[in-house]
């Protein structure tokens, strides 16, 4: 367990900058077919309890594709960012790994959305993998209530 950190990261061309309080370094795996579509891949990424200090954020955008979550990202390069609560946007941010300027030392937690995971990848690691109805479950929300 490493202490909490402010951590900085960029999007591919800078027009996005940000320092972020990570709690710890460890980073989750995303398989659902929202992040494989948005992030061309899994989506490998740390949970933060906070929102972002923006440095810059020239090229911020934030897509909703449902009811209860937003997707950060930088409208001139492309890169993915960020994904947040629509209703309580600075609660938590869940930060991509792949943005930070150092990510070397980040250990893998777990899968997540382990079952929407196409069978044509898979990962060679240990780590727990949980389902979209166990993650819910362990959320506190029941799927279809938006
Ligand atoms: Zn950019
Ligand atoms: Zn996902």
């Not at 980073?27 to 929102?51: D, E, F, S």
């Not at 209860?68 to 994904?83: T, V």
Request: net charge negative.
């Amino acid at each position: 367990m490493t202490a909490s950190q402010l951590r900085s990261g960029a999007c591919l061309c800078n027009a996005v900058t940000f320092d972020i309080t990570v709690p710890e370094a460890v980073y989750n795996i995303c398989h659902c077919g929202m992040c494989r579509k948005w992030t061309a891949g899994p989506l490998m990424a740390v949970h933060c309890p906070g929102k972002p200090i923006f440095t810059n954020q020239e090229g911020l955008a934030w897509y909703q594709g449902t009811d209860w979550a937003q997707r950060g990202f930088c409208a001139r390069c492309g890169s993915s960012l960020f994904w947040r609560l629509a209703e309580n946007p600075d609660a938590m941010t869940i930060v991509s790994a792949e943005s930070f300027d150092f990510s070397e030392d980040l250990k893998l937690g777990r899968h997540i959305y382990i079952d929407a995971k196409p069978e044509r990848y898979d990962f060679r690691d240990d780590c727990p993998r949980v389902t979209e109805a166990e993650l819910l479950a362990e959320l506190g929300i029941t799927p279809g209530s938006d």
